[in-house]
């Protein structure tokens, strides 16, 4: 299956509230969206272990996130995979409640390292320890936030972000 050309973001059409579809049904190169994104921040959904079906951004000073999801799951990390997008969906959080731990914490205990299974371990998860989304689980501190309320600066790093990847698949 091969990626749709995805047409340009204007997050003033295509949209519902907190839902924008520009690209719902599209398909894209999830392994080089994923390569973009995640060099830029992007994390990934962890809801299973070896698959993914979103990637997210933060961005904790103005308190919004913004995940793009997949209509289906894909294998984790994605390379080679291809799949439609759903949609992409804004958020609002308090960035005081959001946990602080990284993946790396939430993975491991102090002293891991140390232990004969770690290297092992480390090299077979590391792409989920570097670009898993450490807030994954506090799903229930996100408001939906209408798209037409974000931030101006975060919606136009959010197209540039988005139409880089756009550009490498």
Known sequence: MTPDILPDIDFTAHREGSIWSGWTGLRVDVGRFYEVLTARGWKIDREESNCMRALCRAWPDAGVKVYLS?????????????????ALRCYRFDPAEMPSASM?????NPG???EDWYPGHYEEWEWLVLHGDPHDDARDLLRPLAFDEAPAEVLAQLREELMAAARAS
């Open 104 to 108: 790396y914490e939430q993975t491991y």
């Open 70 to 86: 997949l209509e289906l799951y894909v294998c984790a990390p994605p390379y080679g995979e291809v799949e439609a997008v759903e």
């Open 112 to 114: 891991d390292e140390r």
